[in-house]
């Protein structure tokens, strides 16, 4: 279940829509400065919409983020997510239907413009089968913390276009997380400004 859960996760993640503000630059007479980004030019908006489904498994899940640039390398944001699954390979048992919901605060610090180290705390909570029998199954709904570490590649393909790929690793490791201990969380995809 924890690999299954794994993949979901490496999938719903494949695709990705950011919207993103561009960063100001202004230019001096005599020379070229970068300056912190307009207040306007600051936030940015985007996130990620994952699906997948295969046999007796649905799942659809909507992670929306906001972030503000505090200077042109630094960044802080916040996530929020919601992923709908219906798991219908229990039978002769019901699907189980169910709803994952919980919300993350991330910083990201650029280290050249197109790699950038991340940290992000995230609490999500999940609702689990549990107690099988012949008549069917018990649910319980757990909290789990992850503190994500690692970083990304961003690469610019066009003016408002760029491809990205991040792994992260959760270093406290709850034992309740559906996810192995060490497993990497691997997302990739493109990404659009307006």
Same mark, same amino acid.
């Given at each position: 279940m924890k690999y299954l859960l794994l993949v979901l996760f490496i999938v719903s993640t494949s695709l990705a829509i950011a919207i993103e503000n561009k960063e100001a630059t202004e230019t001096n007479t005599?020379?070229?400065?970068? !300056?912190?980004?307009?207040?306007?030019?600051? #936030?940015y908006y985007g996130g990620n919409i994952g699906f997948n489904f295969w046999n007796d498994y649905f799942y659809l899940g909507v992670y929306p983020l906001v972030g503000y640039k505090v200077t042109p390398k630094l960044s802080l944001g916040a996530k929020i997510g919601y992923a709908y699954i219906s798991d219908d390979r229990y039978e002769p048992l019901p699907?189980?239907?169910?709803? !994952?919901?919980?919300?993350?605060?991330?910083?990201? $610090?650029?280290?050249?413009?197109?790699? $950038?180290?991340?940290?992000?705390?995230? $609490?999500?909570? $999940?609702?689990?089968?549990?107690?099988?029998?012949?008549?069917?199954?018990?649910?319980?709904?757990? #909290?789990?913390?992850?503190?994500?570490l690692g970083g990304g590649f961003s690469q610019n393909i066009?003016? !408002?276009?760029?491809?990205?790929?991040?792994?992260?690793?959760?270093?406290?490791?709850d034992e309740n997380s559906p996810y192995e201990s060490g497993d990497p969380f691997v997302s990739f995809g493109a990404g659009v400004g307006f």
């Open positions: 005599s020379n070229t400065t970068m !300056n912190p980004p307009a207040a306007e030019n600051r #936030w699907a189980l239907k169910t709803s !994952n919901y919980g919300g993350s605060l991330f910083t990201r $610090y650029r280290i050249i413009p197109q790699i $950038y180290a991340h940290a992000e705390f995230a $609490y999500w909570s $999940y609702e689990n089968a549990i107690n099988f029998t012949s008549q069917g199954y018990d649910t319980e709904r757990v #909290w789990v913390p992850y503190l994500l066009g003016p !408002n276009v760029w491809l990205f790929a991040e792994v992260l690793f959760d270093v406290i490791n």
